[in-house]
C-alpha cells in the first residue's frame, strides 16, 4: 500500500471511530437487533421504509448526534418544500447507498460514468420524497443485485458542489444508507463505467475520496464486522 492511502485509511478509520463513539450507549447496545430492511420490506408499508426526509433527518440526529449539515438540509427543505425531491433548486436531495458483502469483507464501488470517479450507488428522488426507497431503487438499478438489506437509518449526510447539465454549480444534499448483499454477481448498468468489489485497503489505492472510505467502514462496523 502507498503511503498516502495508508494516511487515508487511518484519517477515516479515526473518524468513523468517532463517529461510532457519538452513538449513544443504549442504541449501540441495542444495534445488534436491527432489523435490515429488504427490498419486500421496503416496499410493504413498514413504518421505517415510508419515512420522509423530515423524519430521516430526525432519525440520523438521534443516533449520530446533532449535525450542522442536517441544519443546512433542512433550512434547504423548508425552502425548497416538495421541490427539494426534483432537480430544479439550487440546493436539492440525493439519496445513496455503500453495498458491502460482509462475508467477503468488500464493498462495491460504481465508476461514475459522468464523473470518473469510485462512488457509492445513488442518483436523484425525481418526486419520490422518502430518501430509503430512492437509495434502494438506485441501488437496484445500478448494480443488479435483488438481495439488498438496507439499515434503516442514514450512516451519513453530506453537502457538496455537483455539476448541473447545463455545466453550471448546484448542491447535492447526499442522505445515505448502508446495504448488505450475500452476492457478488453485480452487473454493469449505463450509470456507470465499471463496477468492482474491494476492500477498504483496495479502495484507498483507487483513489476513492475519505467520504467513500468512512461510508464503507460505517457499514462494516453496522454490520458487525471490523476492516
Known amino acids: ?14 473518524l468513523a471511530h468517532a463517529r461510532a463513539n457519538s452513538v449513544p450507549r443504549d442504541l449501540m447496545n441495542a444495534l ?4 435490515w430492511l429488504d427490498g419486500e420490506t421496503l416496499g410493504s408499508g413498514n413504518v421505517a421504509s415510508g419515512r420522509g426526509f423530515s423524519a430521516t433527518m430526525r432519525d440520523y440526529e438521534s443516533m449520530w448526534g446533532r449535525s ?10 423548508d425552502r425548497a418544500g416538495e421541490s427539494l425531491f ?13 453495498i458491502i458483502n460482509p462475508t467477503a469483507r468488500k464493498m462495491l464501488l460504481t465508476l461514475h460514468h459522468k464523473y470518473h470517479t469510485w462512488q457509492q450507488f445513488g442518483g436523484h428522488p425525481d418526486g419520490e420524497q422518502a430518501p ?6 438506485e441501488a437496484l438499478e445500478e448494480s443488479g443485485l435483488s438481495d439488498l438489506k438496507f439499515f434503516p ?11 448541473c447539465p ?14 448488505t448483499t450475500t452476492s457478488l454477481e453485480a452487473r454493469v448498468s449505463p450509470e456507470s463505467d465499471a463496477l468492482r468489489w474491494v476492500t477498504i485497503e483496495e479502495a484507498a489505492e483507487m483513489d476513492a475520496t475519505d467520504r467513500v472510505l468512512l461510508l464503507g467502514l460505517l457499514s462494516f462496523g453496522l454490520a458487525g464486522i471490523q476492516v
Not at 450542522?68 to 427543505?77: E, F, G, K, N, S
Not at 437509518?153 to 458542489?161: F, G, L, S
Request: aromatic share 6%.
Open 1 to 14: 500500500m502507498n503511503n498516502s492511502a495508508y494516511l487515508k485509511i487511518r484519517r477515516t478509520r479515526k
Open 32 to 35: 445488534n437487533v436491527v432489523q
Open 68 to 77: 450542522t449539515v442536517v441544519t443546512d438540509a433542512r433550512v434547504a427543505h
Open 86 to 98: 426534483d432537480r430544479r433548486p439550487w440546493y436539492h436531495a440525493t439519496c445513496s447507498a455503500m
Open 132 to 137: 430509503i426507497l430512492t437509495a434502494h431503487r
Open 153 to 163: 437509518t442514514p450512516i451519513d449526510v453530506d453537502i457538496h458542489d455537483a455539476e
Open 166 to 179: 447545463l455545466g453550471c454549480s448546484n448542491k447535492h444534499i447526499d442522505v445515505c444508507f448502508a446495504a
